[in-house]
């Protein structure tokens, strides 16, 4: 099983270029199963999920190849088999936005019951909820959500809670749908906005996407379309915390500023400086960085993905933070791990308070989830000695060339298999 190790201590310095985000590759991906005619994506990332939604989608007769070069092109020309196996789900969670699609398309599917991270239960009801609520028949049996329907109807669904991928797989089912859906509570990401744009592309007629209350009339079909999947403000901002932690100078390229407000807002009240001009952003810091709270919630509050690697900066930053997650209940897991670097850490309900050390010390840690890797590896940036990283294949289904990209910037880490 393949670690990462680091030796901390050294300042960063350079330029880099963002990826495509997994978080928008992989529901557009599955925008696909919509059409028979062809879908020509650029920019998408070379993850492990990306790779296995290709997998997933050629398995129901998706002539899809892996990702190569940022670039594939995915033909739906026949669905021969509806269905989603737990062979594949169990180790991606965003598998489940086949069901919309599946639905809408072939009137059937037969997915299985969600995996992915260990950060919370996530539940797929609103999923269910909804498609419910546009006529279609579903109910749980092995393990697997069997769906049927003729035709699925519009409809007003109100979101009992916002949900990204409830609102994807919903926004998808709709397209084809008889009528007009109205999904209101729904979730404002920028994700969400990428995929309205492809599938506007493709034919579909949306309203209010990246607002609350998402306006869809269905059409009888879609057709191919060109689309670029948007930039990772995840990865932006993991890198930006890389660079708040350890020092140094930084520019990103190819970024998309105006969705990450939440983030560089933070770095700048930590001290750093952080200029934004058109694509590329700018941060130069020096010093230990100032204790700064965070609260995550829906976009555009504080993203819960950017939590663990803002937990890393307050580890070593010069005061207390108190880090909320509201999101997710049980996303303190890496909590323990930053400890056993040094972190004086202490979680109480759903809030940890972090008092900062002057250095972390390196040592062996496990990464929980594909976040927490992202804050276990700017800590080691920042310890003093070695860190070891171990269970990365949580990292690889979300960074692409994470090591590379960071030795690039001066850092000294390197893949251990």
Do not use: W
């Not at 850490?345 to 840690?365: D, K, P």
């Amino acid at each position: 099983m393949d670690k990462l190790r680091i030796r901390g201590g050294r300042s960063l310095e350079g330029e880099v270029r963002v990826s495509g985000a997994k978080n928008a590759a992989l529901p557009i991906m599955c925008a696909a199963l919509l059409t028979g005619k062809p879908l020509r994506l650029s920019n998408v990332p070379h993850l492990m999920d990306t790779r296995t939604m290709a997998k997933l989608l050629r398995q129901m007769g998706v002539a899809a190849e892996p990702p190569a070069e940022g670039r594939i092109t995915l033909h739906a020309a026949r669905i021969t088999d509806p269905t989603a196996g737990y062979d594949l789900v169990k180790t991606m969670r965003a598998s489940v936005l086949v069901l919309g699609p599946l639905l809408a398309r072939c009137g059937m599917a037969k997915v299985s019951l969600p995996g992915g991270c260990a950060i919370g239960l996530r539940p797929v009801d609103q999923h269910v909820k909804g498609l419910q609520a546009m006529g279609a028949s579903i109910f749980v049996e092995h393990g697997y959500m069997h769906a049927s329907v003729e035709r699925l109807r519009g409809a007003r669904i109100v979101m009992d809670m916002v949900t990204v991928t409830g609102t994807e797989n919903l926004m998808m089912a709709a397209t084809l749908a008889e009528g007009t859906t109205l999904i209101e509570n729904a979730a404002r990401e920028p994700e969400v906005l990428d995929l309205a744009r492809c599938l506007a592309a493709m034919g579909a007629k949306i309203d209010g996407a990246g607002s609350d209350a998402i306006r869809i009339e269905g059409v009888r079909s879609l057709g191919g379309a060109s689309h670029e999947v948007m930039p990772d403000r995840i990865e932006t901002g993991t890198y930006l915390a890389a660079a708040a932690a350890v020092g140094g100078r930084v520019r990103l390229i190819g970024t998309a500023p105006k969705t990450l407000d939440a983030t560089l807002e933070k770095l700048t009240e930590a001290g750093a400086q952080v200029r934004v001009n058109g694509t590329a952003i700018d941060i130069e810091t020096s010093g230990r960085p100032k204790p700064v709270s965070v609260r995550t919630a829906p976009f555009p509050g504080f993203a819960t993905d950017m939590q663990a690697q803002f937990m890393a900066l307050a580890c070593i930053a010069d005061g207390t933070a108190v880090i909320t997650e509201t999101i997710f209940e049980n996303r303190f897991m890496h909590a323990l791990e930053l400890q056993r670097l040094g972190a004086d850490i202490s979680i109480q309900g759903n809030s940890a308070v972090v008092r900062g050390v002057e250095r972390l010390q390196g040592a062996t840690v496990m990464a929980t989830d594909l976040r927490a890797s992202a804050g276990l590896v700017i800590a080691g940036l920042a310890a003093e000695g070695e860190t070891v990283v171990d269970r990365i294949y949580h990292l690889d289904r979300g960074y692409e060339a994470l090591e590379t990209k960071l030795g690039a910037l001066g850092a000294r880490i390197e893949r251990l298999r």
